[in-house]
């Protein structure tokens, strides 16, 4: 046995080895338990009744929103013609659709449905459907305020979670593995872990209120909080919480258990990250978790060395030079793998290079891309050129190298920044799944109605789909179906083509082109036989492409 040790310590270390290996295991479980079982990406509505921009004759018993994914509704609203409004509490989920009873008869006017949902990615979206009882009128308005105090305490919670993780509990393993128990640094890695221990909650409340579409003020609230944990936001600052302690437990736990501790802690942070946000509700699962994983501890590893290394090197500490060698030989794997991670996921995330500069999520990659750039460069010259110098004990080098590592340090927290504004821009790949999505209408008159979906919903090639009932829901075997598309305010003349009918019920139309967005005039020419002709015809939103 070395001189320093003793068989108490020695039974310390081994206990607070299994206690990381346990705790190891309940992050993988509580991972396990968190991944939704498919891809997601910010939920579309793809379908509603009644449609919007409908005009229906009598009050509807039922409201029906049909998005692109399975969501979990937050707050659902019907705005009455005079403004008033009423909450819509009694709704049922089947599978991608919300069905909701309507709790009054409607008035005669032009009413609001208003929704706000959460997707399994954890990120809220809200939009509002408008149709009208007997005729329209002027519609009431319901506008979505962005709270920016909101967003900003969002993006600063973030940023301190980030430090937390990444600086903390990643500064902790270094301590643990690079350092070989060197205590240069070891302030400021409990400070970083401190500040993440409390921006874990305070962002897990933010996320509640950024759900609901409520202001700071109500925080405290219960229904603030039950709502952020029903997120998959919650599985994240769960299983973060869990890998902040376990740096704490490093630091502060036996010479023997520090490193199981500092590893476990480590593997939480990927786990944390790979629990929720936009790159982990890519598809293919199977790749993008594991990769976020990979990313979130190859950052960690990194960043978390970072201050430790540079104080060491600062101070001249007597393990300083073996600290710079272990980290100098560890980092070029660690560099390549957290590299090949952050590809594989902008590619999938980004899918076309256009998208770089034409979307906000784009341009802030381009903006982190060249911070990398700077940070390689950085790592690069101390890697090949300071690093020997430094180990032999060159002082000139050796402050040059602090002076470098002090430089990459800010580089990383502006990276933070940076990462943590993608919170609230949906990835080109969910707005290509949008852009993707058809727009549907209901028409209802007393002779005739149908289901018109035009795929995509966006002005270019698209093809439409019908579906013609009786006025009472009963069959209606037509002879022909014409549809007819009109924009007079774009001074583009009716686009009339006749559907086919392949044998599935659904009459269909190929090649169609719509040229320009906006609110179309669809109508459908029902011949029903030869002596008699049905028109019916809706209003219809046609989106930019």
């Known amino acids: 046995?070395?001189?320093?040790?003793?068989?108490?310590?020695?039974?310390?270390?081994?206990?607070?080895?299994?206690?990381?290996?346990?705790?190891?295991?309940?992050?993988?479980?509580?991972?396990?338990?968190?991944?939704?079982?498919?891809?997601?990406?910010?939920?579309?509505?793809?379908?509603?009744?009644?449609?919007?921009?409908?005009?229906?004759?009598?009050?509807?018993?039922?409201?029906?929103?049909?998005?692109?994914?399975?969501?979990?509704?937050?707050?659902?609203?019907?705005?009455?013609?005079?403004?008033?409004?009423?909450?819509?509490?009694?709704?049922?989920?089947?599978?991608?659709?919300?069905?909701?009873?309507?709790?009054?008869?409607?008035?005669?006017?032009?009413?609001?449905?208003?929704?706000?949902?959460?997707?399994?990615?954890?990120?809220?979206?809200?939009?509002?459907?408008?149709?009208?009882?007997?005729?329209?009128?002027?519609?009431?308005?319901?506008?979505?305020?962005?709270?920016?105090?909101?967003?900003?305490?969002?993006?600063?919670?973030?940023?301190?979670?980030?430090?937390?993780?990444?600086?903390?509990?990643?500064?902790?393993?270094?301590?643990?593995?690079?350092?070989?128990?060197?205590?240069?640094?070891?302030?400021?890695?409990?400070?970083?872990?401190?500040?993440?221990?409390?921006?874990?909650?305070?962002?897990?409340?933010?996320?509640?209120?950024?759900a609901l579409g409520a202001p700071l003020a109500r925080l405290a609230q219960p229904v603030i909080w039950q709502t952020a944990f029903g997120t998959s936001f919650g599985w994240t600052v769960l299983i973060a919480l869990i890998a902040l302690g376990l740096g704490v437990l490093s630091l502060a736990g036996p010479p023997g258990g520090r490193k199981p501790l500092a590893l476990a802690g480590l593997a939480g942070v990927g786990a944390a990250l790979a629990a929720s946000g936009h790159a982990s509700a890519a598809e293919p699962q199977w790749l993008t978790r594991p990769m976020v994983f990979l990313h979130g501890a190859g950052i960690a590893f990194w960043a978390g060395a970072l201050v430790p290394l540079g104080l060491s090197v600062r101070r001249q500490s007597a393990d300083a030079g073996a600290f710079l060698h272990r980290f100098s030989r560890a980092i070029l794997p660690v560099v390549v793998v957290l590299a090949m991670a952050g590809i594989v996921l902008a590619v999938i995330q980004v899918q076309t290079p256009a998208a770089l500069v034409g979307t906000a999520y784009g341009r802030l990659l381009l903006v982190k891309l060249v911070l990398l750039l700077f940070l390689f460069t950085l790592a690069t010259i101390n890697r090949w050129t300071l690093t020997a110098p430094a180990e032999a004990g060159a002082t000139e080098v050796q402050r040059r190298l602090v002076r470098s590592i002090g430089a990459e340090v800010l580089i990383v927290v502006a990276i933070f920044a940076v990462a943590a504004g993608w919170r609230f821009t949906p990835p080109p790949r969910a707005l290509a799944i949008a852009a993707a999505q058809p727009v549907s209408i209901h028409i209802h008159t007393l002779q005739a109605m149908a289901d018109l979906s035009i795929t995509p919903g966006h002005a270019g090639p698209v093809a439409a789909s019908m579906v013609i009932m009786t006025g009472d829901f009963g069959p209606l075997d037509a002879k022909q179906v014409t549809l007819v598309l009109s924009k007079p305010d774009s001074g583009i003349e009716p686009i009339k083509r006749p559907a086919t009918k392949p044998g599935d019920g659904t009459w269909r139309i190929d090649n169609l082109v719509i040229p320009v967005p906006g609110r179309w005039t669809a109508r459908l020419d029902i011949l029903v036989s030869d002596f008699e002709m049905v028109k019916i015809e809706a209003p219809i939103d046609i989106r930019a492409e």
């Open 1 to 210: 046995m070395s001189a320093g040790s003793s068989p108490r310590t020695s039974l310390l270390g081994k206990r607070a080895g299994r206690l990381a290996i346990g705790l190891l295991a309940a992050l993988v479980l509580l991972g396990a338990l968190g991944l939704p079982g498919r891809a997601f990406a910010h939920a579309a509505l793809i379908n509603a009744y009644p449609a919007d921009g409908a005009v229906l004759a009598q009050s509807p018993a039922k409201f029906a929103l049909t998005f692109s994914e399975p969501v979990s509704p937050l707050v659902l609203n019907l705005v009455r013609p005079d403004g008033t409004s009423v909450a819509l509490t009694a709704f049922r989920l089947d599978g991608q659709t919300v069905d909701i009873d309507n709790p009054e008869a409607l008035k005669p006017g032009t009413h609001v449905l208003s929704w706000r949902v959460i997707s399994e990615d954890g990120h809220p979206v809200g939009g509002s459907v408008l149709f009208s009882i007997g005729a329209p009128s002027t519609p009431p308005v319901v506008a979505e305020v962005v709270d920016g105090n909101l967003r900003a305490a969002i993006w600063i919670g973030k940023i301190l979670l980030y430090v937390g993780l990444f600086l903390g509990v990643g500064g902790a393993f270094a301590l643990a593995w690079l350092a070989k128990g060197g205590r240069c640094g070891q302030r400021f890695v409990a400070a970083a872990i401190l500040c993440g221990l409390a921006a874990a909650p305070f962002s897990l409340g933010l996320q509640g209120l950024d």
